[in-house]
């Protein structure tokens, strides 16, 4: 069956706001702007960094831009920087799966300091947009909790 215009043009839509809060979390980041990062993600969303830890709450994910250590990388020179992602919608429910990297200014010019593996799973609000409910990392260095996150990229979303 051949869905309608409405519904072709509503796909597009939603793919094109997912695109936006994907690749707008790494400008508002590195431009030390907690708000926007904390708009990215609802009130209880979780950002979960393999190596890292779990930030639980919006205002927890807001406080990286006040973080001593993100602080000197973007002293330094950083950029967050998310390929395109690879989306699946299922309603008012949607998952992004791309690749995330930091990449670094040290002596000897810019390198990537972390690459990692995300899946990023949002919610359509009822005011409109999307917003990240839970996003999980893990670094692509060797570890297969990475490749094996990217290979669920045909995997809807898992949210209740």
């Known amino acids: 069956m051949t869905k309608s215009?409405?519904?072709?043009?509503?796909?597009?839509?939603?793919?094109?706001?997912?695109?936006?809060?994907?690749?707008?979390?790494?400008?508002?980041?590195?431009?030390l702007n907690g708000p926007a990062v904390g708009s990215f993600y609802e009130d209880q969303g979780v950002y979960a960094?393999?190596?890292i830890g779990k930030m639980e709450g919006r205002e927890t994910i807001e406080a990286i831009t006040r973080d001593p250590g993100h602080l000197g990388f973007v002293g330094a020179g950083c950029a967050h920087i998310s390929t395109l992602p690879y989306v699946v919608?299922?309603?008012?429910?949607?998952?992004?799966t791309c690749h995330t990297m930091v990449n670094m200014h040290g002596d000897n010019g810019f390198f990537i300091g972390r690459l990692?593996?995300?899946?990023?799973?949002?919610?359509?609000?009822p005011e409109g947009g999307w917003k990240i409910v839970y996003r999980?990392?893990?670094?692509?260095n060797g570890d297969p909790a990475g490749s094996q996150l990217?290979?669920?990229l045909n995997e809807g979303p898992s949210l209740a």
């Open 150 to 152: 990217l290979g669920r």
């Open 136 to 140: 999980q990392n893990y670094m692509l």
């Open 89 to 96: 919608v299922d309603g008012d429910q949607a998952v992004a």
């Open 5 to 31: 215009i409405e519904d072709r043009l509503q796909a597009l839509e939603d793919r094109q706001a997912i695109y936006q809060v994907v690749c707008g979390y790494g400008y508002a980041v590195d431009g």
């Open 116 to 125: 990692s593996a995300s899946r990023i799973e949002l919610a359509r609000q």
């Open 49 to 51: 960094v393999g190596d």
